[in-house]
C-alpha cells in the first residue's frame, strides 16, 4: 500500500495565554503538494525505514504510532515501513505530523481495523498536536490544543512559494522564546480575522488575503534566528511581495501570482542554502 503525506502551511496562526504548560492556538491551515511517499507492506517483522537526506530520530512519529496502535488494538500484525522523506524536519510544515496520520490512516485500512474517522482523530491528538489536522486532509481550521479540526467550504486554489532554510527550528525553542516576551494574541478576535480571511479566499483576493495574514510566533522565531528575518527582509525588497512564516519557522512562504516568480529567486546568491519550491493548494490526501 502506498500512501502520500502532504505538508501544510499556516496561512493565520494565533497563539493564546500557556495554560497548564500548553498553549491554546487557532490556525488556518493550508493542505500543499509538498509531500513524503510511504509505503506500508504487511510483514513477518516490524520494519521502519527513512530514504532521507535528514537525520530521523529513533524515536519518531511514525514509530510512535505504531506502538500506539498495538496498545490500543493489541494486533500482533506485522509491517514494513518505508518513507521516501521529501518534507525537511524542523521546518514549520508539519511532515512528521502527516507523516503519522498516513500511516494512522493506512494501517486502519492494512490491517483492516475499521477506526471511524473520530477514532482516528483520538489516536492522532495523543501522537502531536497537528496530526488531527492530517487526518482531516484538507483547508481546515485547528483550535484548542491542536484537537479541534473543523473543515471550510473554501476550495480556492492557490500557489505557494516556499524557502526552506538548510537548518531546524524547534518548537520548543520558539515557544519558550513566546513564553519570555508575554505577547499573546487574542483567540476571539483570530476566530474573526480568519473569517474574513477566508472571505477574501473566496474572491481570490491576494491583496486583502495578505493584509489579515498572520503568525504570532515570527517575532520569536525572527529573534532566535536571525538569518530567517535577513533573508525575509531581504526578498520581501527584491521581490515586492509578503513573506510570511509557516508554523514555528523556518519556513517562508508567498502567494505566487505568476510562476516566472520563482526563477526569479531561486538564483539568488543569499538563497544558495535554501530549498526553493513552487507549490499549490491540496484538496485531499487520500
Not at 510483514?43 to 524515536?59: G, H, R, T, V
Not at 505530523?97 to 495523543?126: H, P, Y
Not at 472571505?199 to 495574514?213: L, S, T
Request: hydrophobic share 35%; aromatic share 8%; net charge positive.
Amino acid at each position: 500500500m502506498r500512501v502520500i503525506a502532504p505538508a501544510k502551511i499556516n496561512l493565520f496562526l494565533e497563539v493564546g495565554e500557556k495554560i497548564n504548560s500548553y498553549h491554546k492556538i487557532i490556525s488556518l491551515l493550508e493542505m500543499i503538494n509538498l509531500q513524503d511517499e510511504i509505503e506500508l507492506l504487511p510483514s513477518d517483522k516490524d520494519e521502519i525505514e527513512f530514504l532521507s537526506e535528514w537525520e530521523i530520530p529513533e524515536d519518531n512519529t511514525v514509530r510512535k504510532t505504531v506502538r500506539l496502535i498495538r496498545e490500543i488494538t493489541d494486533c500482533k500484525k506485522k509491517v514494513k515501513i518505508k518513507v521516501r522523506k521529501k518534507i525537511p524536519p524542523g521546518s514549520g510544515l508539519g511532515g512528521g505530523s502527516s507523516d503519522a496520520a498516513s500511516v494512522l490512516k493506512g494501517l486502519n485500512k492494512l490491517w483492516r481495523i475499521n477506526f471511524n474517522n473520530k477514532k482516528l482523530l483520538e489516536i492522532g491528538k495523543k501522537v502531536g498536536s497537528d496530526v488531527p489536522f492530517f487526518i482531516l486532509g484538507r483547508r481546515g481550521i485547528i483550535e484548542g490544543y491542536g484537537e479541534i479540526v473543523r473543515d471550510v467550504n473554501c476550495k480556492t486554489m492557490f500557489k505557494y512559494l516556499l524557502l526552506i532554510p538548510p537548518f531546524q527550528v524547534k518548537t520548543e525553542e520558539i515557544y519558550r522564546e513566546l513564553d519570555r516576551e508575554k505577547e499573546y494574541g487574542d483567540l476571539t478576535e483570530g476566530k474573526k480575522k480568519i473569517k474574513i480571511l477566508l472571505a477574501a479566499m473566496e474572491k481570490n483576493n491576494i491583496k486583502e488575503m495578505e493584509d489579515i495574514m498572520m503568525n504570532r510566533l515570527e517575532k520569536s522565531c525572527f529573534k532566535l534566528k536571525k538569518e530567517i528575518k535577513e533573508v525575509r527582509e531581504e526578498i520581501e525588497k527584491i521581490t515586492g511581495r509578503k513573506f510570511f512564516l509557516s508554523g514555528s519557522g523556518g519556513t517562508l512562504f508567498s502567494i505566487l501570482y505568476s510562476e516566472e516568480e520563482v526563477e526569479k529567486v531561486r538564483n539568488l546568491p543569499f538563497l544558495k542554502e535554501w530549498k526553493v519550491f513552487c507549490v499549490r493548494s491540496l484538496f485531499s490526501s487520500e
